[in-house]
């Protein structure tokens, strides 16, 4: 089954702990990219990625990092947590094609306390 | 810079009345336009998207949206409203050229429907 998969999906932390949320997809996709959703601000783009080494920031990159080491994998990384990042966090991908749509995983809800 | 408007955070319509959700782009070249929508406790599920060609774009569930460039819109609408399109939707939009990896995403439109 094509699909992008999130872990963990739910995860509590404390400030400053540093935590991976792990993302992958088994559609051979080109692009993948990492979004926060918060109440009333939809969803914000991260980082994404064009191919394997081939990263670049979206509109909130700040207190995040990123790594595509491999074509299926696209890890987010939250080096030192702070509570403002307590947010839904989604991955997604697409093939290449500016006009083509993109493939959601489940979520991971994270609170930083 | 690219931006989207979505009109109204809430909209309830009552089972099988029309459903139209707004979505506005400002962007000095038409960019690609998605519609996605998301099920409570679910990731984002694309419903259609507009890149070139014919104006009037259909997707699935029976939705549908039509570009209008003069008027820099892409609402989405369903003629018939169903218990099972509650949700919330939102509009993004991709811009043309570049490294195009970027998708901006309005603030989202939930979507009631009463019995």
């Known amino acids: 089954e094509a699909q992008v998969t999130q872990n963990p999906r739910y995860l509590i932390t404390v400030t400053g702990k540093k935590l991976t949320v792990t993302c992958s997809q088994n559609?051979?996709?080109?692009?993948m990219s990492w979004y926060r959703q918060d109440p009333g601000l939809g969803l914000r783009q991260i980082y994404y990625s064009m191919n394997v080494e081939v990263t670049d920031k979206g509109d909130v990159p700040e207190g995040y990092k990123v790594s595509r080491k491999e074509k299926r994998n696209f890890p987010l990384i939250l080096e030192s947590p702070s509570p403002n990042q307590t947010s839904l966090y989604f991955c997604?991908?697409?093939?290449?094609?500016?006009?083509?749509?993109?493939?959601f995983g489940p979520g991971t809800r994270l609170l930083v306390l | 810079a690219q931006s989207v408007t979505q009109l109204g955070s809430h909209v309830s319509v009552s089972e099988g009345a029309l459903v139209l959700l707004r979505c506005n782009y400002s962007?000095?070249?038409?960019?690609?336009l998605f519609w996605y929508v998301q099920y409570p406790n679910q990731g984002l599920q694309l419903l259609l998207k507009y890149t070139t060609g014919a104006t009037l774009v259909k997707g699935i569930n029976g939705f549908e949206a039509e570009f209008k460039k003069s008027e820099t819109s892409f609402h989405l609408t369903k003629p018939s409203a169903h218990m099972s399109d509650a949700a919330e939707y939102f509009c993004?939009?991709?811009?043309?050229?570049?490294?195009?990896?970027?998708?901006?995403f309005g603030k989202g439109t939930k979507l009631s429907v009463k019995p």
């Open positions: 962007s000095s070249v038409p960019p690609y």
């Open positions: 997604a991908s697409r093939p290449g094609g500016a006009g083509m749509g993109q493939y």
């Open positions: 559609m051979n996709h080109e692009y």
């Open positions: 993004a939009v991709r811009r043309r050229g570049g490294s195009q990896g970027n998708l901006i």
